[in-house]
């Protein structure tokens, strides 16, 4: 697939028709990105504009580099956990060098063509981390929806409550009923109007009601001063270079959130509108974003899949929407931004509420409980280790035990066995069959054993080989081993295989392979077992190994037994 960004494409017969489509989903998505990009960035602990300027930033280079046609980008609650958590140790430099080497690292997988790969993680493993992800949004947001006298929430999940739990003769009256009613209108205000965002409609009637009644109810302003209506200055960040090597984690946990949350956002979005996405370039797109806003103070950025599918819903079908909401944006924070400062912070702890629990997809979660048990503890463990201990933590923990039980139920399906008596009789399962359509029957000699391996035949899997092998009765004349049921080899498996043919040979045993597959031939040529094994005793079928098999002379007669080369 070509490093080649969508807008390029679909800028050929380009139409004024989609032009106006694009303009209209691009302005609303801009307005609905208003509250969640402000509101992120307060609940990553940076102030609003970084927020801001990310989504206008960002959002821009991924539309205009980006591989999907209506891909809109910006940050994302997905990273909100993982950014509180950089800020909370390294500081906000600390945050900007980590997104700079998260974003150089996503450049590398678009370029070594890892974007098809991503899409293999578990859903375990992700259903797990954002699951417990929008809990400790939610958590996070109970000081203000409440509005709490506190001077700062704890990081930690399990410490936060007990905090709650002192400061609760503090609970303010007017900030409980601006967070209630915000509530109350982004959950209904779809049935009025799909085309405003309820959100924006919720931070406008609270800013308005706050402002008119002058309640006593804390807003942007108040705790972070009026957002600057000037363009922000190009700086690089300064960390020393030890704290490099600190931040290497919390970088490739940024890139592979990230990858992950943007392929999953344009796999959503081709659904929605048929198309399909350059994953490479996606990811390329991604990392450039990350690495160019960082210098102009943003925060990480991804795909985001609400706006996206807002997009998709509202007309959008090319890149020029995602544009034009970051254009829209940016009008909006020259020209408007100072009012911004008078949006209760209780009301955008009420949309944070509403994104946790679209995010937490519980409808998924518990469907996935009544999956297998392997999958189910992946699930619970990356959940409780996001909630508990920490996101990295979490994302290395589920990948290490979803591939464990991966290649345990891998090595369950490999199995080794007898199959002669079957083939005597003709009740085995063969591809090969008699004039009447029944199984062929084989007249195999008794000095002649076959074995067949079907399933991967990998390290997992090569233990239980050796086992079955040593258990061959009666040290027959001639063992032929039957692969046609192996459709790959690795080099633990190789391994196996030479080991059992060097016993039983040792042990006066001719050992005749057959039927092998593509990859497990080619393997085995690559990695110059042929030599070991005969070429000679490599067999295309199990009918030429049982002529040559029944060409040996009877058992005890070991000196004339010969391997034709």
């Not at 497990?520 to 000679?536: F, H, K, N, S, Y």
């Amino acid at each position: 697939m070509p490093l080649r960004p969508k807008l390029f494409t679909t800028l050929r017969g380009y139409t004024r028709e989609q032009a106006l489509a694009d303009a209209t989903a691009g302005v609303i998505v801009g307005v609905v990105a208003l509250p969640l990009a402000i509101a992120f960035a307060i609940a990553s602990g940076v102030t609003p504009d970084r927020g801001l300027w990310t989504a206008i930033i960002a959002g821009f280079l991924i539309s205009a580099l980006g591989g999907s046609r209506v891909q809109v980008g910006g940050p994302t609650g997905a990273f909100v956990v993982i950014v509180y958590g950089i800020v909370q140790r390294y500081g906000v430099d600390g945050l900007l060098v980590a997104t700079i080497m998260a974003g150089m690292i996503l450049v590398l997988f678009g370029l070594a063509r890892f974007g098809t790969a991503i899409k293999f993680i578990p859903s375990p493993v992700v259903t797990g981390f954002t699951s417990g992800i929008a809990v400790i949004i939610c958590a996070s947001q109970l000081r203000d929806f409440l509005g709490l006298r506190m001077a700062a929430v704890p990081a930690a999940f399990l410490a936060k409550w007990p905090a709650f739990w002192d400061a609760r003769g503090s609970v303010n009256a007017s900030a409980l009923l601006v967070a209630t009613l915000s509530l109350v209108i982004i959950v209904a205000w779809p049935r009025v109007s799909r085309r405003v965002p309820g959100p924006f409609v919720a931070l406008v009637v609270s800013a308005v009601l706050v402002r008119w009644l002058h309640l006593p109810v804390e807003t942007i302003g108040s705790r972070f001063g009026e957002i600057s209506a000037s363009l922000p200055s190009f700086a690089l960040p300064h960390v020393s270079v030890a704290r490099l090597g600190e931040l290497a984690a919390p970088a490739f946990t940024i890139a592979l959130l990230g990858a992950v949350e943007s392929l999953l956002s344009a796999v959503v979005a081709d659904g929605m509108t048929g198309g399909r996405h350059r994953s490479n370039m996606e990811l390329v797109a991604q990392g450039v974003a990350n690495i160019v806003t960082p210098m102009f103070g943003g925060i990480p950025a991804t795909g985001a899949i609400a706006r996206t599918a807002t997009n998709v819903r509202n007309g959008g079908r090319t890149p020029v929407a995602g544009i034009v909401h970051a254009v829209t944006l940016l009008l909006i924070t020259l020209f408007a931004g100072r009012w911004a400062a008078l949006i209760p912070m209780s009301a955008l702890a009420a949309i944070l509420v509403v994104v946790s629990y679209h995010m937490c997809e519980w409808r998924t979660f518990r469907a996935e409980l009544r999956s297998p048990r392997s999958d189910v503890v992946v699930l619970l463990a990356t959940f409780f280790l996001t909630v508990l201990v920490d996101l990295t933590v979490a994302i290395e923990v589920g990948m290490v035990l979803a591939a464990f039980l991966f290649m345990r139920r891998m090595a369950d399906v490999a199995e080794v066995g007898p199959v002669t008596h079957a083939l005597r009789a003709g009740s085995g399962d063969d591809d090969e069959a008699g004039d009447d359509g029944a199984p062929r029957r084989r007249r195999i000699p008794a000095w002649i054993e076959v074995y067949e391996v079907s399933g991967p035949f990998f390290f997992g899997a090569a233990q239980a080989f050796r086992d079955t092998m040593r258990q061959v009765a009666g040290r027959p004349r001639v063992l032929i081993l039957r692969l046609r049921a192996v459709p790959l080899i690795d080099a633990t498996g190789i391994r196996a295989l030479l080991d059992v043919v060097d016993r039983t040979r040792h042990d006066g045993t001719m050992v005749l392979v057959c039927e092998v597959q593509p990859q497990p031939l080619a393997a085995l040529q690559r990695a110059g077992a042929m030599t070991a094994i005969g070429e000679g005793a490599v067999f295309a079928t199990l009918d030429e190994a049982l002529a040559l098999a029944e060409e040996q002379p009877k058992r005890g007669v070991t000196g004339s037994m010969s391997v034709p080369r």
